[in-house]
T-cell receptor, first 113, second 115 residues
């Protein structure tokens, strides 16, 4: 079992729709959760971080965390073609592995005009 | 604020040759990471430095990969000899502190093709 698993995708949504990206993780002591966006041929860029259960909103992005279910998601409202990218979920812990971030393999999102 | 600098941007070598990548982190960032990203996969940590000391190199193939961070600033990652499966993008990242919950700033990466 991979430490961080994401929907393999690709995910395609029409412009203006809500895109939902999901991630599960195996290490119960994980404490910090991140979503990075990676455009084709570019390096990852952090867009959201979440540390406690519940929702965290930032503009059109909402991260949701459920530690009991070991599940984290990213919702993108009013999706735009510029949101087309690969979204990487990353998980880290203060207690293990020197706090390194472990990444999933990403979900590729395409927003169609 | 200048970002993480990496060079070269692209490198093509034949198997069994050696190659080196260079990284200069954001000024003041104590923690430096080297990640390997194979096409279609997420980044995988190879080595993490805190200042000039190694924090985690558990996934570094030490028989062929080596890395150093002299004076706690610039870092070099070397592969010798290269194998076909080393074809990937090598990403350098830095953060101002170590540990969990930190934001990683990535460089533009070096795309390595081993023929």
């Amino acid at each position: 079992q991979k430490e961080v698993e994401q929907n393999s995708g690709p995910l395609s949504v029409p412009e203006g729709a809500i895109a939902s990206l999901n991630c599960t993780y195996s290490d119960r002591v994980s404490q910090s959760f991140f979503w990075y966006r990676q455009y084709s041929g570019k390096s990852p860029e952090l867009i959201m971080s979440i540390y406690s259960n519940g929702d965290k909103e930032d503009g059109r992005f909402t991260a949701q965390l459920n530690k009991a279910s070991q599940y984290v998601s990213l919702l993108i409202r009013d999706s735009q073609p510029s949101d087309s990218a690969t979204y990487l979920c990353a998980v880290s812990s203060y207690n293990t592995n020197a706090g390194k971030s472990t990444f999933g393999d990403g979900t590729t999102l395409t927003v169609k005009p | 604020e200048a970002g993480v600098a990496q060079s070269p941007r692209y490198k093509i070598i034949e198997k069994r040759q050696s190659v080196a990548f260079w990284c200069n982190p954001i000024s003041g960032h104590a923690t430096l990471y080297w990640y390997q990203q194979i096409l279609g996969q997420g980044p995988k940590l190879l080595i993490q430095f805190q200042n000039n000391g190694v924090v985690d190199d558990s996934q570094l193939p030490k028989d062929r990969f080596s890395a150093e961070r002299l004076k706690g600033v610039d870092s070099t990652l070397k592969i010798q000899p290269a194998k076909l499966e080393d074809s990937a993008v090598y990403l350098c990242a830095s953060s101002n502190i170590g540990g969990a919950g930190v934001k990683l700033f990535f460089g533009s990466g070096t795309q390595l093709s081993v023929l």
